[in-house]
Structure formats: structure tokens, C-alpha cells
């Protein structure tokens, strides 16, 4: 069954994000990169704020306006779009997305001052923002819409703890859902009923004594119990509790995870993303057709900050295959924060094995770009040339993270590995409007076989290509192009070099 799932986030004039506001695709993964400072943790605290109405983490704090000021021009908001299958709201909340066809819900969270945001549901039928809300009371909006799990960078130890508690007995109690649970709580509402229809005496004589006496303060006026039986069963139900998991040798001494080490608190969290990604979810056995068309399980939205920290580097690529694997549970989206390469190299890989267009977002000062590779227009050779350089090199990714040059300070430097290669980088380095330089060799127009046959170099009809990549940046004017003819030692050493031509460079310089 089909979940509901994120599709958009609008933030203006909250943190560090002004009157421009930031505009954010959501899919099933989203990676923010970015300089430090750059607002990059504000996504993830603007959508905490959406999804915790009702409760303390939902009021804003001083800390979420600009400057730390509140003025009329500049109240924070926050809107959200929220892609909706079944139990949709009343018509005049959904707008129809003209290249999918799905139905989207929008909200706007506006914080005219410190505490509790106003939430504003858009009415498609006049075309504007109502006071009225879309399925109106905070819990019940939320229940509609992923759960959200929050894991800031230097969350404290037992915070994390309570995090990945979370996230396991959300996933326990989803599986538990998915065995005869549907034909539990139709046989526990048939006894919640029976009770309820035997009771009707001796709650009659309890409604006629309390009536008695408060009649004689207020004349005329009764007590009546309003005897229904529990509407939502399902949440008056709790399975067991879990307060502990303790963690440690197996005939030694084991305590609980807020009281192990950095890395082992990180791939405590690691492992439980992992378990839940590679184990699925069981298809629920249906009973009745209620249970065919209501969800056994409620979507969710994991919101992790910085997930490199503390881990050894093979650790670190383990993270970022279990967070792009989990997404394919069918459960789960994912929003991530990071300063490491290796999420975007690894980003290259698993969007050229699936085709899929999840987008990767670059953060610069104020100005952020979304990369999605089929607006790049990379074609099957590209992609397959990039998944290849992404294996020899892990930091190809790095241009993602480059700022304006300052001196030598923000260059980063790509080993294309071949001038095939080049024409590639140079189609994402186009969509981001980068500054850049290209340095190849020129090759010549033939070359000479072993057994001295002249024929045509393929190396040199790249040239044309690379030339004409070049153009196609919006500006070219921020391009330079070095080409070395024929080769770079030929051109700077005035000689042909064999072999080792690195070491060699180096011994000539």
C-alpha cells in the first residue's frame, strides 16, 4: 500500500534563512552539503517544528528568528507539502500535481512570536491560504504524515539512546501489527461492547446520583457518561515497554546505550538502520476489508545530522549504504546532513545503478542548487563512466562542497581518470553554474600501431566534445579551458615521456 510521503519544503525567515526563501524537493533521500553555518541543520529543525504541534519541540524559541529578532516583515514560514494515497482530507485541501497526477496537501506554519506557530491550510477552491486546517487537530494531522526521527550531530548520550529506542519500537510495534492484530482488535471491540451494553445500570445509577447532588447547586442540570466504547483501540493498546537495552560482552558486564562511547552509540544507530533497511516489512494479512484499506503502519522520516562523526572510515561508507538502502523498505525517507565525500560518492553509485532521481542539494552562503541527474542531461555512457570514477576515486564528490576560490585555499582538484570522463563532470559542473577549469591533452588526430599501421586516435574526437561542454555552462565566461598539445610534457618539457609520468612531472618541477 502506497504511504503518504513528503514532497516539499518552503522556509523563509527562520534561523539563518531570509527573505528568500529556500525551496526543497523532497524524495526518498535528500543529502544537504554545504560550508559550516550555511543552514544546512535549520532544515531539519524547521520540519521538527511542523511535526511537533502540539508539544514543546513545536514552539519556537528566540533561537528560530532571524537575528534573533521579531518583527512584522520577517515572522518565520514553514510550508509543507505532504503527498497523500488513502483517507485523503475534504476536496477542497487537495491540489492535483500536474506531472504525477497524486494528490498534495499544503500547510504553512507562521510564527508571529515566540511559542506555538499558526498553522494555515490552503484551500484549493479559492485559490488562498484559510484559518481552517486540514484534518484539523495537530495529533491527527500528524498521525497523517511520516513520523519524524531527529538525530542532531552532538546530541546528548541519553538523547541518542532514547532516539534509537524509538526507532526500534516503532518498527517492533509495526511488525506486531502485521500478524493477527487486525483480528485481535476486532475481537477485543466486540468485548469492549458487550461490556459497555451489561454496564448500562450501574452507570445509570452513578449518572443519577452525581445528578442529584450537583442539582442542588445548579437546579435542573444532570451528569450523563457518555458511555461509548474506545473509537481508536489501537492506541489504547500498548504492546509492553521497554526502557533499557543494555549493550556489552556476552558473558561480561553489559550497560545501557547512553552509557557506551561516541562510536558505539553511532553504530548502535547504524546497526538498527541496517536491521530495519535489509529485513523489510512483511505484507500484513488482511482479515477484513477494513483491514485491506487501512495502514497497519505509519510512514517515517529519519532527520540525521552529521552521520560520519565518531566512525572509522569503513564505517563510515557502511553508513551511507544503509541510509540509501533503507529508503527501498518502502517505509522511510531520509534527510541527511554532511561534510564527508563519501555520502555524494556514493550517491553517484546508486543513482546510476537505479536511474532514480533523488536529488542532492548543495548549500553555498544563501544560494543552494538541487542536483538531480536527469537534469544534468547525463546520458547511460555518463552515468556508467561516473559510477567507475566514483569506484577508483571516493572523492570525486568533493567538487559538491566547493565555495568561491580563495587562492588555493577552496580548489579542489578531480582526476577525470580519461577525457570521456571530463565530458561528464563537466555536464553537473554546467548545472550548478560552477567556476571551473578543464586541463586535458589535445592527443593527436592518429596514432601508429605496433605493427606500423596509421589510424584514426579516438582520443582526439573528445576535444570537439570537450570544447562544446564547455559552451553549454550559462556562463562560459567562468570556464577556462587548458588543452596541452599533444600531451602535458610534450607541451611543458619540451619531451615525450613513457612511463611513471606523475613521478616524472614531479622531478622536472
Known amino acids: 500500500m502506497l504511504r503518504p510521503r513528503l514532497s516539499k519544503l518552503i522556509i523563509k525567515h527562520f ?5 528568500t ?3 526543497i524537493e523532497l524524495d526518498d533521500i535528500v543529502v544537504f552539503v554545504g560550508p559550516n553555518n550555511a543552514g544546512k541543520s535549520s532544515i531539519l529543525r524547521a520540519y521538527e517544528v511542523v511535526m511537533s504541534e502540539g508539544s514543546q519541540a513545536g514552539r519556537l524559541n528566540r533561537d528560530d528568528f532571524p537575528n534573533g529578532e521579531n518583527t512584522p516583515d520577517t515572522m518565520p514560514e514553514i510550508e509543507l507539502h505532504t503527498v497523500v494515497y488513502t483517507d485523503p482530507p475534504g476536496s477542497r485541501w487537495i491540489q492535483i500535481d500536474q506531472q504525477t497526477g497524486e494528490m498534495v496537501v499544503r500547510e504553512k506554519w507562521i510564527g508571529p512570536d515566540v511559542g506555538e506557530p499558526v498553522r494555515r491550510g490552503f484551500d484549493v477552491e479559492k485559490g488562498e491560504w484559510a484559518e481552517q486546517v486540514p484534518r484539523g487537530a495537530p495529533n491527527v494531522a500528524n498521525a497523517r504524515r511520516p513520523q519524524p526521527h531527529r538525530v542532531d550531530a552532538f546530541t546528548n548520550p541519553k538523547g541518542q539512546s532514547d ?5 526500534l519500537l516503532s518498527v517492533l510495534n509495526d511488525r506486531i501489527k502485521q500478524t493477527d492484530y487486525t483480528l485481535l482488535l ?6 469492549q461492547k458487550l461490556i459497555v451494553e451489561r454496564s448500562h445500570t450501574q452507570i445509570a445509577a452513578v449518572e443519577a446520583g452525581v445528578s442529584e447532588l450537583f442539582s442542588q447547586v445548579f437546579p435542573d442540570y444532570q451528569i450523563r457518561f457518555d458511555d461509548r466504547p474506545e473509537d481508536d483501540l489501537d492506541k489504547a493498546i500498548q504492546f509492553f515497554k521497554v526502557s533499557q537495552l543494555p549493550i556489552g560482552p556476552r558473558d561480561g558486564f553489559q550497560s545501557t546505550i547512553d552509557r557506551q562511547g561516541s562510536g558505539a552509540r553511532r553504530t548502535m544507530l547504524r546497526a538498527a538502520l541496517r536491521y530495519i533497511s535489509e529485513s523489510g516489512y512483511d ?3 488482511a482479515r477484513t476489508k477494513k483491514a485491506i484499506d487501512t495502514p497497519t503502519s505509519r510512514p517515517h522520516v529519519l532527520h540525521l545530522d552529521e552521520p560520519e562523526l565518531c566512525l572509522h572510515p569503513n564505517a563510515v561508507r557502511e553508513a551511507c549504504r544503509v541510509l540509501y538502502n533503507l529508503p527501498k523498505t518502502g517505509e522511510w525517507q531520509v534527510i541527511v546532513t554532511t561534510h564527508s565525500p563519501a555520502f555524494l560518492a556514493r550517491s553517484f553509485a546508486r543513482k546510476y545503478d537505479d536511474h ?3 536529488p542532492q542539494h548543495r548549500w553555498n552562503d544563501q544560494r543552494h542548487h538541487s542536483f538531480r541527474p ?3 542531461q547525463l546520458d547511460e555512457d555518463d552515468k556508467q563512466k561516473l559510477k567507475l570514477l566514483n569506484l577508483c576515486d ?3 564528490g568533493d567538487f559538491f562542497f566547493a565555495a568561491k576560490p580563495e587562492q588555493f585555499r577552496d580548489v579542489y582538484i578531480i582526476r577525470a581518470r580519461g577525457k570521456a570522463t571530463i565530458i561528464s563532470l563537466i555536464k553537473i559542473l554546467n548545472h550548478f553554474g560552477t567556476r571551473y577549469s578543464v586541463l586535458h591533452d589535445s592527443d593527436t588526430p592518429t596514432i601508429v600501431t605496433r605493427t606500423g599501421k596509421e589510424m584514426a586516435n579516438s582520443a582526439w574526437a573528445h576535444n570537439i566534445k570537450i570544447y562544446q561542454g564547455v559552451q553549454n555552462h550559462r556562463d562560459p565566461s567562468k570556464v577556462r579551458l587548458l588543452a596541452s598539445v599533444p600531451n602535458f610534457e610534450s607541451a611543458y618539457f619540451g619531451h615525450d615521456v613513457d612511463g611513471e609520468k606523475p613521478y616524472n612531472a614531479l622531478l622536472e618541477m
Open 15 to 19: 534561523r539563518c534563512i531570509g527573505s
Open 21 to 23: 526563501p529556500v525551496v
Open 163 to 167: 532516539k534509537i529506542m524509538s526507532m
Open 186 to 191: 476486532e475481537k477485543m471491540t466486540e468485548v
Open 283 to 285: 505484507k500484513p494479512k
Open 356 to 358: 532514480s532521481g533523488r
Open 374 to 376: 536527469e537534469r544534468t
Open 394 to 396: 571516493p572523492h570525486v
